[in-house]
C-alpha cells in the first residue's frame, strides 16, 4: 500500500517466495523436480498469508470500512488481473475458435485454474480478513480456540466451496500467526545463529517433505501425514524467514518492486509463460511442453524479469487497479 513502510527482510522473502510460486507451476510431478515441485508447495503459499498476517493493521471501525477495504486492496486487483490476463488470450481463442467459458466460470468462481488462475489468493485472503476481523475482537483464549478448530475443520470438511472459503479456513492459523508474531520477528541474531538456523530448518523442511510427500492450501491436500501439516509448514516459513534475515543488509529497488508487485506477479505470470514458451518455441530454442529443470529456473527467472517492467508501468499509470501497491 500506498506510504507503508518497507520491512526490507520481508521484501526478501516475498521476492523469494513469489518466483517458488513461478517455478511451482512449471516444476513437475515426477523424479527430482516432482521432490522439489513438492518442497516448495510445503510452504510458499503459507508464507504469503504469513505475512500478510504480519504486515495487517486493524485500522477500520466498522464493518463497512472493512468491506472497502477488501473491495479496494483485494476484489479489484483480482477482477483487473484476471481481465488483463484474459485479454492477451484473445488470440488464442480466436485461432482455436474457442468461446472462453471455462475461464469465465474459474473467474467468477476463484476456480483457481486458468493463466490467471493463482489470483485465487486475493479472494481467500478476503475472507481471512474478513473474518479476522471479528476474531481478534474476542479474547486470545477464544481466539487460539478458534485456531485449533480451523485446522480440524478444514481437515474434515469434505467439500470445496466457491470462492476458496474453505482454503480460508485451512490459512487463518498462518495468518494469525504472522499477525501475533510480528513483535517476536524483530529480534536480531548473531549472523552465524542465523545462518545455522537456516540450515537446520532447510534440512528439516526436507524431512517434513519427504515424510508427508504432496500438499496444497489451493485443493486443501493434507499430504501422507494430515498432523504433520502445520508443523512443517512453520517449519518452512521460518527457514524463509531466517534466510530473508540474512540479506536484510542488503537493499535494492530491484526485490522491493518485486516484493510490492506479487499479486500481479501471482495474475500474470501464467500468460507470460505462455507467450515466452510460444517464442523459444518458434525461436527453435525449445520444444514447447519439453523443457530440461535447468530450463525451468530460467524460464521461471525470465518471468519475473519481464514481470519487474510491468510491475513499474501499473504502479505509475494504474496503481488503483493493484489496489495501490507500491
Known amino acids: 500500500m500506498a506510504g507503508v513502510q518497507r520491512i526490507n527482510w520481508v521484501d526478501?522473502?516475498?521476492a523469494f517466495a513469489i518466483y517458488l510460486v513461478v517455478l511451482g507451476h512449471l516444476l513437475s510431478n515426477n523424479g527430482?523436480?516432482?521432490?522439489?515441485?513438492?518442497?516448495?508447495?510445503?510452504?510458499?503459499?503459507?508464507?504469503?498469508?504469513?505475512?500478510?498476517?504480519?504486515?495487517?493493521?486493524?485500522?477500520?471501525n466498522n464493518i463497512r470500512?472493512?468491506?472497502l477495504r477488501i473491495w479496494r486492496s483485494l476484489i479489484v486487483p483480482y477482477i483487473f488481473l484476471n481481465v488483463l490476463s484474459d485479454?492477451?488470450?484473445?488470440?488464442?481463442?480466436?485461432?482455436?475458435?474457442?468461446?472462453?467459458?471455462?475461464?469465465?466460470?474459474?473467474?467468477?468462481?476463484?476456480?483457481?485454474?486458468?493463466?490467471?488462475?493463482p489470483t485465487w489468493f486475493l479472494c481467500c485472503l478476503a475472507w481471512v480478513w474478513?473474518?479476522?476481523?471479528?476474531?481478534?475482537?474476542?479474547?486470545?483464549?477464544?481466539?487460539?480456540?478458534?485456531?485449533i478448530a480451523c485446522g480440524v475443520v478444514a481437515w474434515a470438511f469434505p467439500y470445496t466451496l466457491f470462492w476458496r472459503i474453505d482454503t480460508a479456513v485451512m490459512v487463518l492459523p498462518f495468518f494469525m500467526a504472522g499477525y501475533y508474531g510480528k513483535k517476536l520477528l524483530t529480534w536480531q541474531m548473531a549472523a552465524w545463529k542465523t545462518v545455522l538456523a537456516a540450515i537446520v530448518l532447510i534440512i528439516v523442511t526436507a524431512g517434513f517433505s519427504c515424510l508427508d510427500g504432496y500438499v496444497s492450501v489451493y485443493i486443501r491436500s493434507w499430504g501422507n501425514y494430515p498432523v504433520l501439516y502445520y508443523?512443517?509448514?512453520?517449519?518452512?516459513?521460518?527457514?524463509?524467514?531466517?534466510?530473508?534475515k540474512l540479506l536484510d543488509k542488503y537493499r535494492t529497488k530491484v526485490i522491493y518492486v518485486i516484493s510490492s508487485g506479487t499479486i500481479v506477479i501471482m495474475g500474470l505470470h501464467g500468460i507470460v509463460l505462455v507467450y515466452l514458451k510460444s517464442a523459444m518455441k518458434h525461436l527453435g530454442l525449445t520444444g514447447f511442453d519439453h523443457y530440461s529443470m535447468g530450463e525451468k529456473f530460467?524460464?521461471?527467472?525470465?518471468?519475473?524479469?519481464?514481470l519487474y517492467f510491468v510491475?513499474?508501468?501499473?504502479?505509475r499509470y494504474c496503481p488503483r487497479y493493484i489496489g495501490n501497491r507500491k
Open 12 to 14: 526478501w522473502g516475498k
Open 32 to 60: 527430482i523436480e516432482g521432490k522439489i515441485h513438492d518442497y516448495i508447495y510445503l510452504f510458499h503459499m503459507p508464507f504469503f498469508f504469513f505475512i500478510s498476517g504480519l504486515l495487517f493493521k486493524i485500522k477500520e
Open 65 to 67: 470500512e472493512m468491506g
Open 87 to 117: 485479454i492477451f488470450l484473445i488470440p488464442s481463442w480466436i485461432l482455436g475458435r474457442e468461446w472462453p467459458v471455462n475461464n469465465l466460470v474459474y473467474f467468477l468462481t476463484a476456480d483457481g485454474r486458468g493463466e490467471p488462475g
Open 130 to 147: 474478513l473474518a479476522f476481523y471479528y476474531i481478534s475482537k474476542l479474547s486470545y483464549r477464544w481466539q487460539w480456540a478458534i485456531v
Open 231 to 244: 508443523p512443517a509448514a512453520f517449519a518452512g516459513i521460518l527457514m524463509l524467514v531466517m534466510v530473508s
Open 298 to 306: 530460467l524460464l521461471g527467472g525470465m518471468t519475473i524479469v519481464v
Open 311 to 315: 510491475i513499474l508501468w501499473l504502479q
